[in-house]
């Protein structure tokens, strides 16, 4: 971390000629890009960027700079360092248009603000795709069959498989094939943002501003517009998605030398969705069930709603049986059942008890209910922050300690199996009606790492189930 600060550091001085005030860490996303907010001298400020995906780093800075020649409303790209692993680019501030969607609800601005934003992508497709360097792509310099079948196939097996439904997988694949044939029938293909959602999307002073291209590709316009109108986090109402789209469809109509059969698309855009709804499930089910990142699994519900959604009502101009099938059963209530969450009712007489504590000092806590003190998990595992002089007088509940265990430690693995088997007995707690459970972490002092696991316990427990918590931390009596 202090390697990637100093790197941050000297990128800035060297491009804006004075070392920065200030150096910030903002939360990661579900990349493996970490960012900083840097403050200049003189108060601007910046976005620097950390990411060892030298290649990934090189297609954002070459597509970056095309977009902006064509006026679009991308970060400006101010340096690169010479190993390629940290940049700078500008600004957009932290309130993105999914932030103002859940602030302010389904009302004219926000709606005023989705407008926009199709506008301005139609202009970023279709305009600043004339200035692309397609060979700069990370992946397929476009996004045909072969790419639709590889999102496909990620639903299957990630997320279509794990259900362990019956379906004829011959018949499958034959339905995939015929759809992502049909599906590249277009006359339109233009770059394609491939992550357009409103979350990459920057709101500041009015206007919006997009971010997260980076795996942008040659491919249909519709592909966008219904990752856009179709985010299950988003939730927009059936008019506002269909008057939203023919917006859309007057505005890329404008910018295209041959008019645009309005009906033919639509139909297109409705596999297009399809398609980026399973794309969706699978990333869902690859980092949830794979790489064991619970949140994942916590957004498949909404996910599996937008699906069931989709399915009663939208045509793709196609037939597809076998899969047709397949969808109906991974939108089934037997199915989004599995994956939601028991919620304790308000009178729920659980209380769930989770303490910090140190192995050399005071020992295991005892359990003062009588039910023989619960679970107990030893954290001397992990890599111990105390032993670094910066964090000896901080503790869990401090960022660069935060920093330092969720990044340079073995800490978010350990927690998820903690998370696993906790979430199983408090499942049954709940159920049975119990009041009391204990939840132990230990560290050798009692102050770095299991306050953290303490506090992100607790924070896990009344995000999924929504019971009572009480913390202690009991060589941290002043936390």
Same mark, same amino acid.
């Given at each position: 971390m202090e390697n990637i600060n100093q790197s941050i550091a000297t990128l800035w001085a060297d491009t804006f000629g004075a070392a920065p005030s200030n150096?910030?860490?903002?939360?990661?996303?579900?990349?493996?890009?970490?960012?900083?907010?840097?403050?200049?001298a003189d108060g601007i400020t910046g976005i620097a960027t950390w990411n060892n995906n030298l290649k990934e780093n090189a297609t954002f800075a070459s597509f970056s700079r095309s977009l902006r020649s064509k006026d679009c409303p991308v970060p400006e790209l101010y340096a690169m360092n010479a190993t390629g692993d940290v940049y700078l680019q500008s600004d957009f501030g932290d309130t993105s248009l999914l932030h103002e969607l859940e602030a302010k609800g389904y009302n004219s601005e926000v709606y005023a603000l989705f407008q926009q934003s199709l506008r301005k992508l139609a202009h /970023? #497709?279709?305009? %600043?795709?004339?200035? =692309?360097?397609?060979? !700069?792509? $990370?992946? &397929?310099?476009? @996004?045909?069959?072969?790419?639709?079948?590889?999102?496909?196939?990620?639903?299957?097996?990630?997320?279509?498989?794990?259900?362990?439904?019956?379906?004829?997988?011959?018949?499958?694949?034959?339905?995939?094939?015929?759809?992502?044939?049909y599906l590249t029938r277009t006359e339109n293909k233009h770059f394609m943002f491939r992550d357009f959602q409103s979350r990459n999307i920057m709101v500041q002073d009015g206007?919006?501003?997009?971010?997260?291209?980076?795996?942008?590709?040659?491919?249909?316009?519709?592909?966008?517009?219904?990752?856009?109108?179709?985010?299950?986090?988003?939730?927009?109402?059936?008019?506002w998605k269909d008057d939203l789209l023919a917006y859309y469809i007057e505005e890329a109509d404008?910018?295209?030398?041959?008019?645009?059969?309005?009906?033919?698309?639509? /139909? #297109?855009?409705? %596999?297009?969705?399809? =398609?980026?709804?399973? !794309?969706? $499930?699978? &990333?869902?089910? @690859?980092?949830?069930?794979?790489?064991?990142?619970?949140q994942f699994l916590t957004s498949i519900p909404l996910a599996l709603r937008n699906l069931r959604q989709f399915a009663g009502n939208r045509r793709m101009g196609i037939a597809v049986p076998e899969f047709d099938k397949c969808i109906h059963f991974c939108s089934s209530d037997e199915v989004i059942n599995r994956f939601e969450p028991l919620r304790a009712a308000p009178e729920s007489p659980l209380q769930i008890k989770i303490s910090s504590f140190s192995?050399?000092?005071h020992?295991?806590?005892?359990?003062?209910?009588?039910?023989?003190?619960?679970?107990?998990?030893?954290?001397?595992?992990?890599?111990?922050?105390g032993r670094i002089d910066q964090y000896k007088t901080l503790t869990g509940k401090d960022k660069p300690v935060i920093d330092y265990l969720e990044q340079q430690t073995d800490m978010p693995i350990f927690l998820n199996s903690v998370f696993d088997l906790v979430d199983i007995t408090v499942t049954d707690y709940i159920k049975r009606g119990f009041s009391s459970l204990?939840?132990?972490?230990?560290?050798?002092?009692?102050?770095?790492?299991?306050?953290?696991?303490?506090?992100?316990?607790?924070?896990?427990?009344?995000?999924?189930?929504?019971?009572?918590?009480?913390?202690?931390?009991?060589?941290?009596?002043?936390?």
């Open positions: 150096i910030s860490k903002l939360p990661q996303s579900g990349s493996d890009r970490l960012y900083y907010r840097v403050w200049g /970023l #497709q279709i305009v %600043g795709g004339e200035a =692309i360097d397609y060979s !700069q792509c $990370l992946t &397929a310099f476009e @996004f045909g069959k072969q790419a639709i079948m590889s999102d496909l196939l990620y639903f299957k097996y990630y997320f279509l498989d794990t259900l362990k439904f019956p379906y004829d997988k011959q018949a499958l694949l034959d339905d995939f094939d015929a759809l992502s044939t206007q919006v501003h997009f971010i997260d291209y980076q795996g942008g590709m040659l491919g249909a316009l519709q592909y966008d517009v219904a990752s856009m109108l179709w985010q299950a986090r988003a939730d927009l109402p059936e008019q404008k910018l295209l030398p041959q008019p645009l059969d309005a009906a033919q698309f639509t /139909l #297109q855009y409705n %596999g297009y969705v399809l =398609i980026r709804l399973l !794309q969706v $499930l699978g &990333a869902y089910g @690859f980092r949830g069930f794979f790489q064991r990142k619970a192995y050399k000092k020992g295991i806590p005892t359990d003062d209910s009588g039910n023989g003190g619960g679970f107990v998990f030893d954290c001397r595992g992990i890599l111990n922050p204990q939840i132990s972490f230990g560290c050798t002092g009692g102050q770095h790492r299991s306050v953290y696991a303490a506090e992100q316990t607790a924070r896990h427990l009344r995000n999924k189930f929504g019971v009572k918590t009480a913390i202690v931390h009991y060589e941290q009596p002043q936390l």
